[in-house]
Each structure stands twice: as C-alpha cells, then as structure tokens.
C-alpha cells in the first residue's frame, strides 16, 4: 500500500467519524422553550431535529421554529417570539379606564369612578396569558350613612341614607361656640367631609399687661372672635403685636405683647467736646448736655434727650475752633453806699478780684455783704449793701441824754443845799468857809458859765459821761 493510499483512507475515516457525533440539549431565544418530548432529551442524535415554542403570554413573529443536530452543531433558530395583546377590556359605565402602560402582556390597566360613585371591585386589572385577568369593576352611585351626632349641637337636615353631595350644617346650644367647619358633605367615597364640629365654650381673660393700655374693642367678657388693640405707655416700645384676637381655644392670638422700657445707647461723641451725664444705658426721657473745649464754640443744640425711638434727639451738635478777641482792660468802679463808707483804701477802679469792706455810719445797720468783690464783667458781686436808719440806736442815745441830764440837775441840786447848811453853820463865826472855798451860789455859777460859743460848760459835756457822774 503506498503512502498516498494510507492518506486518503485516514481521511475518509475521520470524516466518517465526524458525521456520527451526537448533539447536546438545545437552547432557544428569549421568551421560548423546547416544544413536547423534545424538553426531556438531554443529548440528540446527528440528523436530529428539535422543535421550539414561546413561553406563556407570548407568541410567534415569525421564523422556523425547528432546527438540525448536523455533526454535533445545532443550525440557527430563527423563531422570534413577542408579548400577547390582550385587546380592549372593554368599559366601565360611570368610570373611566387608564393605561399606564400598553395592552401587552404584563401590562396593567387602572379604572376609576367619576364623580360622585363609588368603585365596587378591583381598581387594577393584569394583561395575562390568556387575556385580561379578573372582571372590570363597577362605578354605583355613592351613598352616605346617617350624618354624625355633635354633643351640644343640632343638624339639618335628616335623611337616611344621604346622597352624593348632599351638605348637613350643624349649630351649636346654649351659647357654645362651633369649633371646626359648620357643615359637612357627603363625599364620593360614602362619608362625610370634612369631620364634624364639636361646641364649646369660649372666653378669653381680659389683660393686665404692665404699661399697657386699651385702646378699643371688646370689653369683658370676650368671646370668640373679640378683639383688643392696644399700646404701649410713653416710655415703652411693644414686643408683639398691638391687635389681639380671642381664638376658638380660648386663647389671645398671636401670643400676649409686652411693654418694654425705651432705651438708648449713648450719644455719638462729639469731636473737640463732651457730654454729660456719661452712662452706659439711657432711659427714656434722660437728657445729656453737650459742651466743647476750650476755644471751640458749640454749634446745634447743646442737649438732647433719649426719645421713643430709642435714639437721641436733636442730633449732637458740632465743635468747631474759636479764638476769642482780645478783651479789653476790665475795672470796676467803687460803689456808693449812702450812709456807708470804705473800711480801707478808697479808689476810683478796682481789678477783678479786688475787694472791698463797707461799714454804716452811726444810727445806721448794714442790709446785705459787707466785702464785696471785683468779677470779671465789670460787676460787684454780691451787690453793694444798704444803710438802713436805726430807730432803736437813736432811742437809746436820747434816753442817755436825758438821764445824764437829770443826774446832773439832781446833784446840783444835792451839792447846793449841802453849801448852803455849811454856809449857814459857819455863818454864826465867819461868812466864809474854813478852806476859803467859794458859795454854793459860786460853784452853781460855774457849771452855767458860758464858752463863748453859746454853749454852756455843762453842753460841753461828752457823750457818754453820764456814767462817770
């Protein structure tokens, strides 16, 4: 046998061996499966065929749904398997049918009532294998029971059952007040909407709030509904708001207000000045005074105060720089006191600064300050005194005069008769006194004799002597 023999026997044994191998167990496109006896084989034999089909809820689109186990190979499936329509379900008398999404298989449609009926049945409906699932609901008119029963409260009308849309309105006795809607409605789903009302009492207290006052509305008692407006004292600034209402839970709304003390913060400075008092917090009404340095003049308002706003008014004022004039020399001249006279020197000018002492002229009081000093505007300060006449010192000095002139007569008189006993003892021996001394009637002469300036020795004398006779 030559070697090109042993070749082509080879190859025509391998080939023979080849067409013999079997096939294993098939597998489809999507949504398909192996048709009858064919899904419990597990291997085929070369020349088999294998049938297919599409799963439940699917069907054929076209393409052969056989294919050939050829030398261990399966040929192509060409099957196309797609989703069932189910169709229209039909319709909802009353309602309405919606489609979220299509009419295949899987799908779903929604059915809802129109108004004023109530569903009875299932509200989604599926698309299965074999069409629609379930039967489509029914859309009947909607009812309402008997309507509910508030304490304290009466309703009309009265119906059993009510109808779709039909409204109950209820009222509250014996001065309650209805708390919540006054008339309910029957809904589409079989019950009242919205819920009942309930009755009850309701009064607010009446305020007493510090540094707040009534302005208008409801006096006590304050029922629902009342309302207040008030404010605040002058002074005060409110926290809240000023208009009140009594709510049905027997309450002021919104909340309670509160007077607050008005306060500032302290003025702005002023440039080149200052203000005083110097606090951390002013109240309302405080008031600070406003002044520059030295050579600046003020210029505004020289105080303000702290008002209602909460800041100072007027705005502070402005320092600006000033060089006063030269003043001229200042003097004052020496002031007359009538009946007065200067205790020291006696010039025509005085010096600010300078001072002076008066004093009264006899018969005279002082009425005011005695020094006074020379100011600086030319002026005596304090005033210059009065001399007022003194009645009780011109008494007084007549009173001495009078007695010194009685005591006189009186020991003239005393002094005569004594001389003129010794004269007559001694007139019995000589007509003479032993000393040689003169006559009574001599010395009586003598106090009488005049001065040459028509006063009489005894006017001579000095005021005051009395005491010395």
Known sequence: MGVTDFLLLSCLGFAITAHAQNCAKPTGGPNMHLKGEDILKETFADGDRAAFECAAGYM???GSSSITCTAGSWSTVTLKCERKNCGSPGEVPNGQIHYPQENLFGDYIEITCNEGYRLVGNSRITCGAQGWMGRLPRCEVAKCDEAPQVTDATFTPYKDPYDYGDVVQYSCRNGLTLNGSASIECSDDGTFKPAPPICTRVQCEDLDIPNLDWISGSRPPHGYKAILTYRCRTGYRMVGQPTL????NSKWSPGLPRCEMVTCNPPHLVVNGTFNPVKDVYKYGDRVQYSCNTNFRLSGSNSASCSDDGTFKPGPPTCTKFIPPPQPDIYCEVPHVEHGYLVHDDRPLYRPNDKVTFKCRSFYDMEGDST?????????SPPPPKCAYSHGKVAGVVVGVIVLVVAGAAG???YKKKKKQRFRKNNNGNSTNDKGGKS??????LMETPTGNGQTTEDKLPVGSANEV
Do not use: P, Y
């Open 60 to 62: 054929s689109a076209g």
């Open 245 to 248: 209402t009594c709510d049905i």
């Open 372 to 380: 006074l000093t020379c100011q600086a505007d030319g002026q005596w």
């Open 412 to 414: 003239a008189a005393i």
């Open 440 to 445: 009574v009637g001599d010395a009586v002469g």
